[in-house]
Structures are given as structure tokens and as C-alpha cells.
């Protein structure tokens, strides 16, 4: 099955607008925005449950595209299976976040 992340991705219009240009033109993007378990259209993506490796040509292509956009314009947030694997990139205010509770079984 392998290790699995939740992924949650938001853009600023301007470069949701772009992307949204780039799936046009290349298959492998439009198959991991079409994977999404939500979006609103660019904007805000999120996976549920997915390989989020380095090396997979997908997210690879993702990645490019996050690097080479203003980091103000964006913000990713990763959350892997292990409790302290965390990731956030870009700083966009966006209106995603991670939130923690303790509840009872």
C-alpha cells in the first residue's frame, strides 16, 4: 500500500489561473489535479490519501511549479502518517491549517 499523505494545496487566483493552463498542456498534472478528493477548481486542492514521494513524475511536476511561483502566492501543508511528519510551504494566508485534538475512545 505504501505511506500515504494528506495534502492540501491553496493558490492565489492569479496562479490558479496558470496551472489550470498547464493541466491543459500536460496530462500527468491534469491526472493528480483530477485525482483530487476536493477542489474549487485551482484555487484549493486536496487529497485525502496519496503518495506524495519526490520521484513520482506528478507530484515532481507539482513541486516545479510551486518553486518557480511567488511564495507569498501559495500555501501547501503535507501530513504524513507519522505523527510529527509535517510539511508547509509557501506562506500565502491561506485558509487552510492543521488542527489538533485529543479525543476519547
Known sequence: MGYRSEVAIELAEKE???LELLCEQDE???NLIGACDLRDG???LYWGSIKWYEGYKNIDKINTFLENIDPGSYCLIRLGEEYDDTERLGYKDA???I????ERW
Not at 99 to 102: A, E, H, N, V
Request: with cysteine.
Open 16 to 18: 490558479a489561473k496558470i
Open 28 to 30: 500527468d498534472l491534469k
Open 42 to 44: 485551482c484555487e484549493s
Open 95 to 97: 485558509s487552510i491549517y
Open 99 to 102: 488542527s489538533r485534538s485529543i
